[in-house]
């Protein structure tokens, strides 16, 4: 009879260990999921700012501008803008990065546009503005990946209404020398 008893206790304490790890795997997923930054470049009233010479910052820029581009013209130039106010050095980033292309200037018309970059834990969404018939629409490149992991494009969604042309956001210094050859190290 004792031995019964040390079994069903046995087999209940073993149960018990099983339900509370359980337990601490979950909380402790909900807890890092809470505490991931939220941040958007450029960052609009009340958002979290991003440093987009941070990683992931450039290369998610780079990596939605050749997947868009890849998806919906890829036999097409790659002439690239970036927000406004976006440091030189995450430019020749993006501009490495994206190789074959070039930086916008004020006479190009055809352009691949980066609006807007938000990243939240292991998702990013990239707005990028780009010329279809005549005009210009707006596509969110989705991606997928976790903190000190690199990040994959996972979707490609359409804003069929037209936008407004972008603005050349490019650094004299960026269109003199794109990959900053000429600068002294």
């Not at 006479?107 to 707005?127: F, M």
């Not at 989705?142 to 359409?158: E, N």
Request: overall charge positive; aromatic content about 6%.
């Amino acid at each position: 009879m004792n031995g019964k008893l040390n079994g069903k206790m046995n087999r209940k304490a073993i149960e018990l260990g099983r339900a509370a790890c359980l337990a601490i795997v979950v909380l402790g997923a909900v807890i890092v999921a809470g505490c991931t930054p939220s941040m958007t470049y450029p960052a609009y009233p009340g958002a979290p700012k991003a440093d987009p010479s941070m990683q992931p910052m450039p290369s998610l820029m780079a990596d939605a501008i050749k997947f868009a581009h890849q998806q919906l013209s890829p036999n097409s130039e790659i002439v690239i803008d970036l927000p406004a106010m976006t440091p030189k050095q995450v430019w020749r980033q993006v501009l490495k990065s994206c190789a074959p292309c070039r930086p916008m200037t004020p006479s190009d018309k055809v352009v691949w546009s980066v609006r807007q970059v938000k990243l939240s834990g292991g998702k990013a969404e990239v707005d990028v503005v780009y010329p279809a018939e005549g005009i210009y629409r707006l596509a969110t490149v989705h991606f997928t990946g976790a903190t000190g992991q690199p990040f994959y494009p996972s979707q490609l969604q359409f804003w069929l209404v037209p936008v407004t042309a972008p603005v050349c956001n490019t650094p004299e210094a960026v269109i003199a020398d794109p990959l900053g050859a000429l600068e002294p190290r």
